[in-house]
């Protein structure tokens, strides 16, 4: 991989501080609110011991003259002791957790004053530079983009949540929209990638996996996007694939002037590269003028509706056919929203057979070969998205071994996790307690082996198994560069 610029490198880290800033303040807030109910133990102790002065000076009162003579309830009175001991003891442990969460907080906001002073102690000409010239040159929409190519992604300004939509305010969102490939790529069925998909399928059902639930497209992008599959065209659950639809949506509305791009920098770091469902709430809702959790007049449905099924029409009219991505990922935290509610529950029709996101694997490849050939909404918008999905050999390095459970981990479980460390590798991961999908584009150093894989399994086997995707990376790696 060709040596980053001293400017490139030095613009790319600021980047990924500024990342870190972001992140950082949605820390410092849950720190808040954990300070806040610590507060709130504070004062129970207060009262605690309150009560048990009180309680003490009764026992006091209550001792006769005599030690000779027990009273009756003398151990109900120590077992009253005892609790209030323990509870005492409990808030000297509280107060030692709110002395260290006060610590931590302090090394944060110190970590954020250093980080800013960096920024801001800067050369006048490397902020502009920063600011109005983060993308480099990228190559025309016919070529397609080098996944070495250096690239820093905008500043990343706090997080700002999305302005409130009102009852009997819903504005018609621009449906006119249109998306640059107006038609599906003509590609070739190969009978060699064929053969390896059939190994594919062979590997799952020797696992004793179900292949019923299973999709899967290999498209070979060196040799003109040849390409093979099993059940392609079969509309599944995309989890939080889904995501890379909506980003390329977000930036057909800001090459129209819709939205800026520099407001929606942070929510698409934590969408992408964390897999958010908080960020993507906020991006769906910017660009459909839609929001959820709202009590609505009922007559605002039909544009509300209307409003989030732009997202679909978008596609659709570029030959997406029957692609549906207008539902939200959940939960959605910061709103406290756990399960589609209000419109959102509407929308999906029937509670037993309740219509959800649907996609083919087929139009996940579609869409990430588009992305690659910088052909997505326009070249210099394609490099920032293959950007943003672009997952660096360091970062697969530490994922490999992690095993946090509330942690989004897309090198874990899935594609990248068996290949060689100094692969190009980009794409979009997705899992539920039921299902387990991936969407990526894999490249070899030497660029002489360059594909892409996506794998739909709608599953409970599937989903609780995280082997199979590796190993059915690995299969496809090594048959692809012999």
Do not use: C
């Not at 010239?133 to 690239?151: D, N, R, Y």
């Not at 007049?297 to 009219?317: A, G, H």
């Not at 996790?417 to 979009?428: A, I, M, R, T």
């Not at 030497?446 to 399994?457: E, R, T």
């Amino acid at each position: 991989m060709p040596q980053q610029p001293p400017s490139d490198r030095r613009n790319q880290i600021i980047a990924e501080l500024q990342s870190d800033l972001a992140h950082a303040h949605r820390i410092i807030q849950q720190q808040h609110e954990q300070i806040n109910q610590l507060k709130e133990q504070l004062q129970t102790k207060t009262r605690l011991q309150r009560d048990s002065q009180f309680v003490n000076q009764e026992i006091s009162n209550s001792q006769p003259s005599s030690h000779s003579a027990i009273p009756p309830n003398k151990t109900l009175i120590r077992g009253r002791k005892r609790v209030f001991s323990s509870k005492k003891s409990a808030s000297k442990l509280t107060l030692l957790q709110f002395t260290s969460l006060v610590a931590v907080i302090v090394a944060l906001m110190t970590g954020i004053g250093f980080a800013l002073m960096r920024r801001q102690n800067s050369s006048p000409s490397e902020q502009t530079k920063t600011q109005s010239q983060a993308v480099p040159t990228v190559p025309k929409p016919q070529a397609s983009i080098s996944p070495t190519t250096a690239l820093t992604v905008p500043s990343l300004p706090p997080i700002k949540s999305p302005p409130q939509i009102l009852p009997s305010q819903i504005a018609l969102v621009n449906s006119e929209l249109v998306y640059n490939p107006q038609t599906a790529p003509n590609f070739q069925k190969s009978p060699a990638l064929q053969s390896i998909v059939d190994e594919i399928v062979s590997l799952a059902i020797s696992k004793g996996l179900p292949k019923k639930p299973l999709s899967i497209t290999l498209i070979d992008t060196k040799n003109g996007g040849t390409y093979g599959a099993y059940q392609q065209d079969a509309p599944r659950f995309p989890a939080s694939v889904v995501k890379m639809f909506w980003m390329v949506y977000l930036y057909a509305q800001i090459k129209n002037r819709i939205l800026n791009e520099a407001d929606f920098t942070p929510q698409l770091n934590e969408m992408i590269k964390r897999s958010d469902n908080n960020a993507a709430s906020d991006i769906i809702d910017a660009m459909t003028k839609t929001e959820s959790g709202k009590n609505l007049d009922e007559k605002d449905y039909e544009s509300w509706l209307k409003n989030r099924k732009t997202i679909n029409v978008f596609f659709q009219n570029a030959g997406y056919k029957k692609i549906n991505i207008n539902q939200k990922t959940y939960p959605i935290t910061d709103k406290k929203i756990y399960e589609p509610q209000g419109f959102d529950l509407k929308m999906r029709g029937d509670p037993k057979n309740p219509i959800r996101n649907k996609i083919t694997t087929q139009q996940a490849a579609r869409l990430l070969y588009e992305i690659y050939e910088g052909q997505a909404i326009s070249s210099d918008y394609s490099q920032r998205m293959f950007t943003w999905l672009s997952i660096d050999s360091a970062t697969r390095i530490e994922k490999r071994e992690r095993q946090n459970p509330d942690e989004f981990n897309p090198v874990r479980g899935y594609f990248s996790e068996s290949l060689p460390e100094d692969v190009n590798f980009g794409g979009k991961a997705g899992w539920t307690s039921t299902s387990r999908q991936e969407a990526a584009y894999i490249q070899t150093k030497d660029g002489k082996a360059a594909y892409i894989l996506v794998v739909f399994a709608e599953d409970r086997a599937y989903a609780s198994d995280k082997k199979i995707f590796p190993e059915m990376s690995r299969l496809v790696f090594e048959r692809m560069t012999k």
